[in-house]
């Protein structure tokens, strides 16, 4: 079965500064990628999508990066603000078409310090 | 916009007791997804409904059942409570002929004393 590592360890960052987090994966390579924000109690919110077949997606701030053959994806906030503190999940989809369930990882926790 | 709204909020129940928590999709989302997510886990997929009928089945105890209904929101019935249940259930809706993303609800807390 699919298995999701990101880092257990909260990732502690001075505002102004770039977060990275990582996900790696094993085994088959997911149709796409996706990372969410989830904030304590909460529900996930969807931030960005990336294909296998793509290599980088932006959206503002964020910049989400896929290596199928490293496995990995890696999820940049640029200029991190202390509002961005929150926990950051990827999620893995496998295939496509009828069946579309993603595959959370536990996420890591993101704390921006003022 | 609309969310996709879970109910109750938060629920107590004792072990061998039952409860039904309820999900109401953004309108025109024709795909529910149950997940269940213990402190610190990561959320685990346990069923979801495409157009009423169930499309995939993932780690939902036989204790618990799910079903969606006309108007398309979803009910999980969970019976034979355990300590273990004690988690954050979330439901999310997609539309499927539309984007790959999820949306997700704010989550049902289930504590069981």
């Known amino acids: 079965s699919q298995k999701i590592e990101q880092n257990s360890e909260a990732l502690n960052i001075q505002e102004g500064k770039t977060a990275t987090l990582t996900c790696n994966y094993t085994?088959?390579?997911?149709?796409?990628l996706q990372w969410y924000r989830q904030d304590p109690g909460r529900g996930p919110v969807f931030l960005l999508l990336?294909?296998?077949?793509?290599k980088e997606k932006r959206k503002e701030r964020l910049k989400v990066t896929f290596d199928t053959t490293l496995k990995q994806s890696l999820f940049h906030i640029t200029a991190s603000q202390p509002a961005d503190s929150a926990t950051y999940l990827c999620?893995?989809?496998?295939?496509?078409?009828?069946?579309?369930?993603?595959?959370f990882g536990r996420g890591t926790s993101l704390i921006v310090h003022p | 916009a609309a969310g996709v709204i879970q109910s109750p909020r938060h629920l107590i129940k004792e072990k061998r007791e039952t409860a039904t928590l309820k999900c109401y999709p953004i309108?025109?989302?024709?795909?529910v997804y149950w997940y269940q997510q213990g402190p610190g886990q990561d959320p685990q997929f346990l069923i979801s409904?495409?157009?009423?009928?169930?499309?995939d089945k993932g780690s939902i105890p036989d204790r618990f059942s799910a079903q969606q209904f006309s108007d398309y929101h979803s009910e999980l019935n969970m019976s034979s409570l355990e300590l273990g249940d004690s988690a954050l259930y979330f439901c999310?809706?997609?539309?499927?002929?539309?984007?790959?993303?999820?949306?997700f609800g704010p989550g049902t807390r289930l504590t069981v004393l």
């Open positions: 999310a809706s997609r539309r499927v002929d539309f984007r790959s993303e999820q949306f």
């Open positions: 085994n088959y390579s997911p149709a796409y």
């Open positions: 990336i294909r296998e077949n793509e």
């Open positions: 999620a893995l989809v496998i295939g496509s078409g009828g069946s579309y369930i993603p595959t």
């Open positions: 309108p025109r989302h024709d795909t």
């Open positions: 409904f495409y157009e009423k009928m169930q499309s």
